[in-house]
């Protein structure tokens, strides 16, 4: 219990520590407690980098946001996002391989194998080697095609429009490259050095940002072509670190036939599901450029950026959490599997729930403050998408259980079958003349379906109890989400908009759910563990002092 606890001759301490390992063997009973523990403290430790990461990168690309929308104008603001979805529409073949590398290399790690682990890297490398020049062929032409034929930009742009096309492929491929790296270190769960190298992107960002502002040049070309040289020098402080600190990330030119034919067999059938996601998210990007023009685009490029910020809390946790989840299955410890697939449902939801109360609640008056210039639909686009996300989120640490075991062909024709139905519905509603916000409206249903799809399926592939995933996760989620609701609301329509109750709104919002999510969402053993947990942290500091 050393590694969890300060242990000194206080008594406050004592009895912590033993509260402490009563919980831990209540949560895990039978199972190898000294090394749960430690993984525990691991999680824990790698979750703090990772917020840190999380915290300046939120604040940093909330603000760079606003800052090259004002410079670069609605319209164009609106061409970056629509065509760099162009490129990221061939993300659907990188994102089902670099799936299969995360978990192959974390797979191999838990088995302790340095040499099929460095087996494993190289033929990683290879593959996304071959898949680049895949994709940038498919680009130059489908690509180039589309966005000369399909696409909706006004004359004037278009030639500017071609060399962000340009430098999107090249940023695209740089990302693609680092996927074996990224995957090592998350594997090694050396969090420090992925939050640093994550804080190094964010302020050249930020740069970048400030630099379009006083460009010479032309504003949207420039921003593109500095974008690609951050990816460029993200791409070599990834390299160079792995090659430091990791004797597996050794790149070797060879082909090994078995490995490349099960790691294909396994992105083959995870191909469903990135095929379904970008369906979903880059496809019907395309349509509502189609249908309404590079205006909502821009709208629905401020509503990612929204998400994208909560969702750097939850990332935060999960990239903690996955490797332990899969490392696991490998060790076919099933019991610490269970609990770490719960609390990473339930603490996900609580994460994005926590900021979802107030910008749902007054969403208007914070794009105001936030971007001065507010695009149509903004508004509408940030709420659907706030709750999209909270039903996802529900099922980030179920799909990391499912990749674990490998045997992915059932849930994926299912899950991304399903997935896959977003596209044409949102087509099929617009071509009926509905407006751009049912596209959420669909991705709701469809993500409710999934969501059911997935407790069904993983009953069957790794024995997971539903109605103890529905009591510990769903039924204290939504009873939370309820009663957190319930005043900002009321708070909401008897006050006009204004500094004074956007302040009240965040006040109650923060009390309440923190108040509800301790004493109706959390149980008796995590409640007990997070008082201990705060008792050693006060100690500690109390120590220093």
């Not at 936030?370 to 996802?392: A, C, Q, R």
């Not at 407790?455 to 529905?470: D, K, N, Y």
Request: charged letters at 15%.
């Amino acid at each position: 219990m050393s590694d969890l606890i300060a242990t000194d001759d206080k008594p406050v301490l004592k009895e912590t520590q033993n509260e402490l390992e009563k919980v831990l063997q209540d949560e895990f009973p039978g199972a190898d407690k000294k090394e749960e523990h430690s993984s525990n403290k691991r999680i824990a430790k790698n979750t703090l980098f990772l917020y840190i990461r999380m915290l300046l990168t939120m604040v940093v690309s909330l603000y760079t946001s606003r800052v090259v929308l004002n410079a670069l104008g609605v319209s164009d603001f609106g061409v970056y996002n629509v065509v760099g979805g162009v490129v990221l529409m061939f993300s659907v073949l990188s994102g089902s391989l670099s799936a299969a590398i995360t978990r192959f290399i974390t797979f191999e790690l838990a088995k302790k194998d340095v040499e099929k682990l460095k087996r494993v890297f190289s033929t990683s490398v290879n593959i996304q080697i071959l898949l680049s020049i895949l994709i940038v062929l498919l680009i130059e032409t489908v690509g180039v095609w589309f966005l000369n034929n399909k696409m909706v930009i006004p004359l004037e742009r278009l030639d500017a429009a071609h060399w962000v096309l340009q430098f999107s492929i090249v940023t695209f491929v740089l990302n693609l490259l680092s996927v074996p790296y990224n995957a090592t270190i998350i594997a090694h769960e050396k969090m420090s050095a992925f939050a640093y190298i994550g804080i190094v992107e964010v302020m050249l960002k930020l740069l970048i940002a400030f630099a379009i502002m006083y460009s010479p040049f032309d504003r949207l070309v420039y921003y593109g072509f500095l974008t690609l040289m951050v990816g460029l020098i993200i791409r070599l402080i990834y390299g160079y670190y792995c090659r430091k600190h990791f004797e597996e990330a050794e790149y070797n030119f060879f082909i090994d036939k078995d490995l490349i034919n099960e790691m294909f067999s396994f992105a083959g059938w995870n191909f469903f599901g990135a095929t379904s996601w970008q369906l979903m998210t880059q496809g019907v990007n395309l349509l509502l450029n189609t249908f309404f023009g590079v205006g909502v685009n821009a709208a629905r490029g401020i509503a990612t950026q929204v998400d994208n910020a909560i969702m750097q809390f939850v990332n935060s946790f999960t990239t903690a959490i996955n490797p332990q989840i899969i490392k696991s299955y490998a060790e076919g410890n099933k019991e610490y599997l269970f609990s770490l697939v719960y609390r990473g449902a339930k603490f996900a939801y609580f994460l994005v729930l926590f900021f979802s109360v107030p910008l749902i609640c007054d969403t208007d008056f914070i794009l105001s403050l936030w971007l001065g210039n507010v695009p149509d639909y903004t508004s509408y686009f940030v709420k659907l998408t706030i709750v999209v996300t909270l039903i996802h989120v529900l099922s980030n640490s179920m799909v990391t259980a499912m990749l674990a075991t490998g045997d992915i062909k059932k849930y994926q024709i299912i899950v991304g079958g399903l997935g896959m139905l977003v596209f044409p519905i949102a087509w099929l509603l617009f071509y009926l003349g509905y407006p751009p916000e049912m596209a959420y409206v669909s991705n709701i249903v469809i993500f409710i379906a999934q969501f059911v799809s997935r407790l069904i399926l993983l009953r069957e592939m790794i024995a997971l109890s539903i109605p103890t995933f529905l009591n510990k996760v769903f039924v204290p989620s939504m009873i939370v989400t309820i009663a957190s609701f319930g005043l900002p609301i009321t708070i909401t329509h008897l006050m006009d908009p204004s500094l004074s109750r956007f302040l009240l709104i965040c006040s109650v919002s923060v009390l309440g759910t923190v108040f509800f999510i301790c004493f109706i969402g959390l149980d008796m053993s995590e409640r007990t563990f997070v008082k201990n947990s705060i008792v050693k942290i006060f100690n500690k500091y109390h120590n220093v002092n």
